[in-house]
Nanobody, 114 residues
């Protein structure tokens, strides 16, 4: 499975961005996909995930501001981010997990600053 993220950018506080992750290869129908982020000097953390059944989860710091969605027909994963804060600055990674295999994208940089 190959994952390619896009959509990262430089944005001012309060702004919005939409990240996209294009998945290709031998994708199994039962899987979980998610967005992780890693800020400089910090550990990578799970931001949001969505499983094949549509269940979602978010870390507390992004609830109400970020929305994860999937287009299974197109094998796309999205993260709509709004009301961005400087502490959202990080490299954002897409992850695929089908309970046997795990794959990561190369990451896309999101910088929130005035």
């Amino acid at each position: 499975v190959q994952l390619v993220e896009s959509g990262g950018d430089f944005v001012q506080p309060g702004g919005s961005l939409r990240l996209s992750c294009a998945a290709s290869g031998s994708i199994r129908s039962i899987n979980v996909m998610g967005w992780y982020r890693q800020a400089p000097g910090k550990q990578r953390e799970l931001v949001a995930s969505r499983n094949y059944g549509g269940s979602t989860s978010y870390i507390d710091s992004v609830k109400g501001r970020f929305t994860i969605s999937r287009d299974n027909a197109k094998n796309m994963l999205y993260l709509q981010m709004s009301a961005l804060k400087p502490e959202d600055t990080a490299v954002y990674y897409c992850r695929y997990f089908d309970f046997v295999r795990e794959y990561w994208g190369q990451g896309t940089q999101v910088t929130v600053s005035s």
